[in-house]
């Protein structure tokens, strides 16, 4: 085992936009033990790493100590050496001024075995997001890719007449600090001061900024909006079509921030969906469901009654570890609190035998109970969140039906850092026990009054209300609808 080298892959993880990273990148991220990460590498991608991995971060920050890169080329060494699978991750392509070539020399020296996986590099693709092709038949037969980063602070190293003369279209990168030197170094070059540009930050980020102005003016309109790195600028008539060819920025959710609340593992589908629309959108995992255990002989009942997704999965789990599957239940009645719950059943070859009309306990137990599909003669089984809403059982209880509560999980909140919630324009919760895990992780002390908040149902909105946040309720008790709730708002506004 103490011989058995691993192997190091050199990974581009793109522009920031996750779901830019190449399927090959995810699959290795996926197997990774040691993941190594620069400061490019975006939060969003970050937050996707399996948690059994370990995450080093050498992220080179202005004020922050960087890592050395002797010290990287170490740790990427050490790791490897002891049989690990090392992703060395670099933001954008790992070789487009990614020092991925000094780091793959110094491996082959030692020995080590490495693969690369190209990423999409920034200087391409936040030039298409803010609707610029970066070649166009029309305007130009060359593309150059520059750095503005003078090597050892010493000057910079860009042949401007050789630049002007091949009339292509110029990216530079890394050059916010430098571009006044650049425009006037091309300017001199005989470049027309009157040559289209663009200054893109953040690009393919929902926090995407983009400035189009004439090479001459671009100076003045990075300092006048401060401008800051990471950011590309682009010179040259491709430019021109930016306004034309702008599709992100109009994305329906473009500029919104949305914070999502929730268990990690659950979140993902309205994180996925809101950023596709364009949202800025902030995780904030604080809660976490943990399974229970529980002992049922499910022959004795014949309802069987499911409040979440999750419920559904735990209660398979068990199934499948006693080794049976859902022919186990096929002389049960099945219940689905929402859409959400069927859908995960139909996972498990389960097609649910009664969903309510609207998605919640109180509806599912009155109409269970009125339609005569729940009678006197029935035993129910019940599997929830512990600290779930009663009021589906209550109901069963006055109306004198036997049924089994079943705890098939616990909540437990998880305390983050505080966020300045001044900037955000809503704050999604998926149950009530969202609402308490938000309030918990600000020591109950929120200025509540500026929070819009996202409800998925009335439960969870008297929840929120009770800390005096402004409620929003989707129309539908599901994650779609939510989201489809903040574009019809946020579209108006
Ligand atoms: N290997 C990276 C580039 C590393 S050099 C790539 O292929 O993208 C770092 C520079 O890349 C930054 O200074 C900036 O100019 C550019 N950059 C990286 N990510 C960016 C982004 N999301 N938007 C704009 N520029 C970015």
């Known amino acids: 085992m103490a011989d058995r080298k691993g192997k190091v892959y050199l990974v581009g993880a793109g522009p920031g936009d996750e779901e830019l990273l190449t399927v090959k990148a995810v699959d290795i991220i996926k197997r990774a033990d040691v993941i190594v990460y620069d400061r490019l590498v975006s939060g969003s991608i970050l937050s996707r790493i399996p948690d059994n991995a370990e995450k080093i971060n050498v992220g080179k920050n202005a004020g922050n100590h960087p890592v050395p890169q002797h010290e990287i080329n170490k740790i990427l060494i050490n790791k490897a050496l002891e049989g690990k699978t090392v992703v060395r991750l670099k933001g954008g392509d790992p070789f487009v001024f990614g020092r991925g070539g000094e780091e793959l020399e110094f491996l082959h020296e030692n020995g080590i075995p490495f693969e690369v996986v190209p990423g999409i590099t920034s200087a391409i693709a936040a030039a298409a997001y803010a609707g610029i092709p970066v070649t166009h038949r029309d305007f130009c037969s060359s593309l150059h890719i520059i750095t503005g980063h003078a090597k050892d602070g010493g000057s910079l190293d860009i042949d401007y007449d050789s630049l002007v003369k091949l009339k292509g279209t110029l990216i530079f990168l890394m050059s916010v600090a430098s571009f006044p030197q650049i425009a006037l170094g091309l300017i001199e070059a005989g470049l027309n001061p009157d040559m289209d540009a663009a200054v893109i930050e953040n690009g393919t980020r929902a926090n995407q900024r983009k400035f189009v102005a004439k090479l001459c003016d671009i100076p003045k309109v990075i300092e006048e909006n401060q401008v800051q790195s990471p950011a590309i600028i682009v010179v040259g008539k491709v430019c021109a079509l930016s306004g034309k060819l702008d599709w992100f920025s109009k994305l329906p959710l473009y500029g919104c921030n949305v914070l999502v609340t929730g268990p990690k593992k659950t979140s993902e589908k309205l994180v996925g969906q809101l950023s596709r629309l364009g949202a800025y959108v902030i995780e904030y995992p604080c809660i976490d469901t943990e399974p229970m255990d529980f002992d049922i002989d499910i022959k004795e009942y014949s309802w069987i009654i499911f409040t979440s997704s999750l419920g559904v999965q735990i209660f398979f789990k068990k199934l499948n570890e006693a080794k049976l599957d859902s022919r186990h239940l096929h002389n049960k009645k099945i219940a689905a609190v929402g859409s959400q719950t069927a859908e995960e059943l139909l996972k498990h070859g389960i097609c649910a035998d009664f969903v309510p009309s609207k998605f919640d306990g109180k509806h599912l137990a009155n109409e269970l109970l009125r339609s005569g599909k729940i009678t006197s003669k029935d035993k129910v089984v019940v599997f929830r969140a512990k600290d779930g809403t009663k009021e589906l059982v209550e109901i069963f ?30 704050i999604t919760f998926t149950s009530e026990s969202c609402v308490k895990g938000f309030a918990y992780s600000f020591d109950n002390a929120i200025n509540s009054s500026k929070i819009n908040a996202i409800c998925i149902g009335e439960q969870t909105a008297k929840a929120a209300r009770a800390y005096g946040m402004n409620t929003i309720i989707s129309d539908a008790a599901t994650v779609s609808s939510m989201v489809e709730k903040i574009v019809e708002i946020y579209c108006v506004k």
Request: proline letters at 3%; glycine letters at 0%; aromatic letters at 14%.
């Open 397 to 426: 209880e006055s109306s004198n039906i036997s049924y089994t509560d079943v705890p098939a999980y616990t909540t437990k909140y998880i305390k983050q850092d505080k966020v300045d919630i001044n900037n955000i324009d809503y």
